[in-house]
Structure formats: structure tokens, C-alpha cells
């Protein structure tokens, strides 16, 4: 195994305070939110914001956020194809600064959030993950 650097642990760092900053105070209640409207059919006001942004199917898109938020972050945190969930993160978090901006609100939060969320994407995870590469799932069952 090779030996894990300074930068590792500092990926390692800013992939688990990332990650945790943006289920406390985000993915968490959006994700019960999102279970909640989905699931038993209750009002969500989220709904409308993504209506208002053009989206069509406000409500699956609405619920595709709220799992960028936890899912995504969950997988990001672990270090579970990370690279492609903080890129989903991402584009989720252009959209809250373009809806913030647009509305004429502060929108230096969702742009850190974006900005974690670039880095992210574009230095991956470091050594120091949960490793699921699915190169070793295609090598195992060729015929997928």
C-alpha cells in the first residue's frame, strides 16, 4: 500500500468537514423533507422554489437535490465515487447560487458550498477512503 502524504490527511480533513457541514445544516432535514413529500404525499415549499427556477418536474427534481445533498454527501464522506458525487454536489450548489443571486440574497454560502465541491471534483478524494472501484465489479462480470 503506498504511504498516504500531508495532502491526504488534508483531503481526508476537507472531505469529512465538507461533508459534514453540508448534512447538518443541510442534507439531513432536505433529505426527511424529501421522504416526506415522495413518500407519504406531504406539502413540501421546496417544490415551488425549483418550480420558479424553470425545472420541469419540480418535485423529482426537488428530490434529486435533496439526495445530492445527503446521499451524495454520504457517498463523498466515505470516499464512494467520490469524484462523480461531489460533481453532482456541484451542479446542485450552481443552481442555489444562481437562485440566491437571482433573488438578490446573500449567496456566499451556496457558492462555498460549490467551491468544496469543485475542488473536490476536480483533486478527488486522496488515499484515505472507502475504496469501491467499479473497475474491479467490470473485471469480475465481463459480460456487463
Known amino acids: 500500500m503506498a ?5 491526504d490527511w488534508g483531503l481526508l480533513v476537507l472531505r469529512l468537514g465538507y461533508v459534514s457541514l453540508l ?6 432535514a432536505r433529505f426527511f423533507r424529501a421522504y416526506h413529500y415522495a413518500i407519504q404525499g406531504e406539502a413540501w415549499t421546496f417544490v415551488a ?7 420541469p418536474a419540480p418535485g423529482i427534481f426537488a428530490v434529486l437535490s435533496a439526495m445530492s445533498e445527503s446521499i451524495g454527501a454520504v457517498l463523498l464522506g466515505l470516499g464512494i465515487v467520490p ?9 446542485n450548489m450552481a443552481v442555489a447560487v444562481y437562485n440566491e443571486a437571482g433573488k438578490g440574497d446573500p449567496w456566499e454560502l451556496p457558492a462555498l458550498y460549490l467551491l468544496g465541491a469543485v475542488v473536490l471534483t476536480i483533486t478527488g478524494p486522496g488515499r484515505l477512503r472507502v475504496s469501491f472501484p467499479l473497475s474491479r465489479l467490470r473485471k469480475r462480470h465481463p459480460e456487463s
Open 3 to 7: 504511504r498516504t502524504s500531508r495532502t
Open 23 to 28: 448534512l447538518w445544516f443541510h442534507g439531513w
Open 49 to 55: 422554489v425549483v418550480e420558479r427556477l424553470g425545472f
Open 83 to 91: 469524484r462523480i458525487a461531489s460533481a453532482i454536489i456541484a451542479v
